[in-house]
């Protein structure tokens, strides 16, 4: 039995009292989470994150009073004028191709799954982003954020962006763009892991990005990786 202190403390937004019960049932049967609370909207959820302040929060974008993509938004927010631990938020959707998950990871989401995700994966998901990586939906992630590039208003590259990075830092942020792991990255530039993590936290510091996900719909929105 993992030790209440270690344990992962979760939190679920939802509004559909059923579908919560569920996921409540599937994390209270697990030795290393805890229930941290429950909100019905996304007013809720931010007040929940200030006063609880769950490890992780399993959000759903679509919900009355405040939507998932404004809730996340402002937890972040808060949480960084407060100093205070940002809880790794992880988007619910029932649309592969969702808009509202580009939203919710530019607002700082550490990932996004589908509600109808294996019980098996939810959990893993959550063991994931509580380790400081970030979660797809099965599938692609690039056509997401392809299909959310072509639907918006840019026109063209725009490679200006970069110039803040040197040589070696956009060779890291055009690979990690790809959705290249760490080692892939490491064997293509022929330089040690630990190298590519220090060009890749300085690539996600100069941009302003908090997460890989984030500099994957950072490059799509500006079409960085070509058509």
Do not use: W
Not at 25 to 37: N, T
Not at 162 to 189: C, H, I, Q, T, W
Request: some cysteine; overall charge negative.
């Amino acid at each position: 039995m993992a030790d209440a202190g270690s344990r992962i403390t979760v939190a679920l937004v939802d509004d559909q009292p059923l579908f919560r019960a569920g996921l409540r049932m599937l994390i209270e049967s697990q030795a290393d989470m805890e229930l941290s609370g429950e909100a019905g909207d996304g007013e809720q959820a931010v007040a929940l994150a200030s006063e609880r302040r769950p490890d992780v929060m399993l959000m759903d974008l679509r919900m009355p009073v405040m939507d998932g993509v404004t809730a996340t938004r402002k937890i972040v927010r808060h949480a960084d004028a407060a100093g205070a631990e940002k809880p790794k938020i992880i988007a619910l959707t029932i649309f592969n191709r969702d808009q509202a998950v580009v939203e919710a990871v530019q607002a700082g989401a550490s990932g996004y799954l589908l509600k109808s995700a294996e019980p098996e994966f939810l959990l893993a998901a959550i063991r994931t982003v509580h380790s400081g990586y970030s979660v797809i939906a099965p599938g692609s992630v690039h056509s997401l954020f392809e299909h959310a590039a072509r639907t918006g208003c840019a026109s063209g590259p725009d490679l200006a962006i970069l110039d803040v990075l040197s040589p070696r830092e956009r060779d890291v942020f055009l690979l990690a763009a790809k959705g290249l792991s760490n080692g892939e990255m490491a064997e293509s530039l022929f330089v040690s892991e630990a190298t590519v993590k220090t060009h890749l936290r300085s690539v996600l510091d100069k941009l302003k990005l908090r997460t890989r996900l984030q500099l994957i719909a950072f490059a799509h929105e500006r079409r960085l990786l070509g058509d």
